[in-house]
């Protein structure tokens, strides 16, 4: 099947020629760099199968131009499906599939690394040695054992996440509208949502974005928190609402936040910005804080991850070309 690939990086079409070769029947694939967007949506052009990722743009008139063109499947390489309007694909009759699961551990794992980063200051550390400064001011950390870490959403990741947290020693406590009767049976608490703002030293997200989850973290909410608590982000930028966190940071209220998302990504995240003036202001201030970390969308970026994403990506475009629709993860 010919397939338009695009938002594509030298490793993406690393990872993806090299699982291509690999099947009986390849596909062909036609890379693209840029972002699928209303005036790069011409370039699917002759093909049936449209591969995207997470800041494609993918509303109802993008669909209606990849429609006319001919395209029938949209294969998300990636989980979440947030940037696609699944309403109006499914009235084009395009199925959209996306990649359920790769590897909830490089998640999980990253959101570990922005904790111990931002705990114990290592960004900070790591700049100083080089400078020959070893004081310790303004580095004092906490032990994570025995604090109470909050998991909003424990799906895959979610409950990769819990378990880590729980082996490093912390009281893990959740919320999620589907508990998991695995993670309570190993002793994970799920209360209401109200009762985790009061109750959590590190609250890290890992639901989907949907309207029900869309600034999740607001005023009121950041009210809720223990004093310097601790926010980590590696779901979706638009389940915490940015300019409530910075007001929380600057009252001292949130101690310390970790980002790998944001909400306004989709014009910064995955290109070299470095020889251009930065003209987000909301992002420009969170750069500004030091105990803020950010990093840009990386939390999947595992080798691991990229062979399943690669695997998984193309098995579904494979099942749809055999009409195996049973076989693949449809959203739509
Ligand atoms: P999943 O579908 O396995 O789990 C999501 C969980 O969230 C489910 O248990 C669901 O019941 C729960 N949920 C739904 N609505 C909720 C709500 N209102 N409040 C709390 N929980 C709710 O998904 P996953 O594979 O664990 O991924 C979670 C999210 O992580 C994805 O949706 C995606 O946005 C994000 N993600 C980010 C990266 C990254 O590189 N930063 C990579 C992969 C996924």
């Known amino acids: 099947m010919k397939v338009a690939v695009f938002s594509t990086k030298p490793y993406d079409r690393e990872f993806l020629t090299r699982a291509n070769s690999l099947l009986p029947q390849p596909h062909e694939l036609v890379f693209h760099e840029t972002q699928l967007n209303p005036q790069s949506a011409l370039l699917a052009q002759g093909c049936t199968a ?35 309007d699944l309403v109006a694909a499914k009235k084009l009759g395009i199925v959209v599939a996306r990649v359920a699961e790769y590897s909830p551990h490089a998640v999980a794992e990253h959101a570990l ?33 025995n604090k ?12 990769v996440f819990a378990n880590i947290m729980q082996g490093l020693g912390c009281r893990v406590i959740a919320y999620d509208p589907q508990p998991s009767p695995l993670l309570a049976a190993k002793g994970v608490s799920y209360l209401a949502l109200n009762d985790i703002w009061p109750t959590a030293d590190i609250i890290s997200l890992h639901c989907p974005l949907n309207s029900n989850t869309h600034h999740l973290i607001n ?8 004093n310097g608590a601790m926010l980590i982000n590696t779901g979706r930028g638009g389940l915490i609402d940015t300019p409530a966190v910075i007001d929380g940071l600057k009252s ?29 202001d909301v992002f420009a201030r969170l750069l500004t804080f030091p105990n803020v970390v950010i990093t840009g969308h990386q939390a999947f970026f595992t080798r691991e991850a990229l062979t399943a994403i690669a695997d998984i990506t193309l ?10 629709l049973a076989q693949m993860v449809i959203v739509n």
């Open 148 to 159: 109470t870490v909050a998991v909003i959403g424990t799906g895959k990741i979610g409950q």
């Open 50 to 84: 449209v591969c995207c990722f997470v800041n494609d743009h993918l509303d109802a008139n993008v669909l209606q131009q990849l429609s006319d063109l001919g395209a029938k499947l949209i294969a998300l390489r990636c989980a979440g499906f947030n940037q696609v």
């Open 315 to 324: 098995a579904n475009i494979s099942h749809f070309e055999r009409n195996e």
């Open 113 to 145: 690394g922005l904790i111990l980063m931002l705990n114990r200051n290592l960004h900070r550390a790591y700049h100083r040695v080089r400078e020959n400064d070893y004081s310790l001011n303004g580095l004092l950390g906490f032990d994570l054992v």
């Open 219 to 226: 005023a009121e909410r950041i009210a809720q928190m223990k």
């Open 252 to 280: 001292k209220k949130i101690g310390y936040l970790g980002l790998d998302v944001y909400e306004e990504e989709g014009d910064l995240f995955f290109e070299d910005n470095s020889n251009r003036l930065l003209q987000d």
